[in-house]
């Protein structure tokens, strides 16, 4: 069995300032973000209706607030709401660690709306155009859960190949390495389909659809080799929170790609 290499979770000391590594993968995120979404505007069918790289940084801009507050009252609401809702002024105590990414993902839809509306576009033409550009930075922040050594697996047969002890635990039991699994789904494999589906252009509004199927698949599926968080245990079913929460994506996504298809289809 392997057991997790304890990384510092330190990458840097400025004498008082400490950078954490897992600061360092939303900042690898925010700029792979940047590079992939200034390539997309460059596409010619993007290029045609006036989308250029000043707009990328503004999205982007919108997009960060959105993670960071939708991220934390996700976690708050979604996870601990009995806690939080006695204990407000924790809410904002963001250095306690907490972020919710279903959270964040309603964070960032509700910040691309006040973007479009700003911008005179539809919703889903802002959408379209960065959905492709998100899960890299998925990938990145589930590698800085790895290297944190949080949000461990299950545990997994002794004689996995990749099996792995996590210190934190404090249970010496061998456990799927279940960040590697979501960065590697949600973010990598994801990012594969999304960017060869959307190199050509697409009715507006499916490439958004084909990205919430897409996560909420990948993550249902991750969820099963994910040891869930200690005060909800399973639910329903048997199903992980996060389980339940991928679920609804998965069905919102398919009915917004199949609106889109059918609109697409009707004649002018």
């Not at 360092?24 to 200034?38: H, K, M, N, P």
């Not at 809702?85 to 972020?99: D, I, N, Q, S, Y």
């Not at 479009?116 to 589930?142: E, H, N, W, Y």
């Not at 245990?233 to 298809?261: C, D, E, K, Y």
């Amino acid at each position: 069995m392997l057991v997790h290499p304890q990384f510092d979770p330190i990458a840097l000391r400025l004498g008082p300032l400490a950078i954490h590594w897992y600061g360092v993968t939303y900042l690898i995120a925010f700029g792979l973000f940047l590079w992939l979404a200034s390539r997309r505007v460059r596409m010619p069918q993007h290029a045609a209706v006036g989308w250029t790289r000043q707009d990328v940084d503004d999205v982007l801009f919108y997009g960060v607030l959105g993670v960071v507050v939708g991220g934390r009252l996700g976690y708050c609401f979604f996870y601990k709401p009995d806690y939080y809702l006695h204990h407000l002024a924790e809410v904002f105590a963001v250095w306690k660690g907490g972020m919710s990414f279903h959270g964040g993902l309603l964070g960032v839809l509700f910040a691309l709306w006040v973007f479009g509306r700003k911008r005179s576009r539809s919703f889903f033409q802002v959408s379209d155009l960065i959905a492709p550009c998100v899960p890299t930075g998925i990938m990145a922040v589930r590698l800085g859960n790895f290297i944190n050594g949080e949000l461990w697996g299950r545990q997994a047969p002794p004689d996995l190949p990749w099996a792995m002890i996590f210190p934190q635990a404090n249970d010496g039991l061998a456990r799927h390495p279940s960040q590697l699994y979501q960065a590697a789904g949600e973010g990598l494999l994801l990012f594969v389909i999304l960017w060869l589906y959307a190199r050509k252009p697409r009715a507006t509004g499916q490439i958004s659809g084909v990205f919430m199927m897409g996560y909420g698949a990948f993550r249902f599926i991750a969820e099963y080799f994910r040891e869930p968080d200690d005060f909800l245990g399973l639910r329903a079913l048997n199903w992980s929170q996060g389980q339940w929460l991928s679920l609804p994506m998965v069905l919102v996504g398919l009915g917004i790609f199949v609106w889109a298809t059918r609109r697409n289809e009707r004649p002018a």
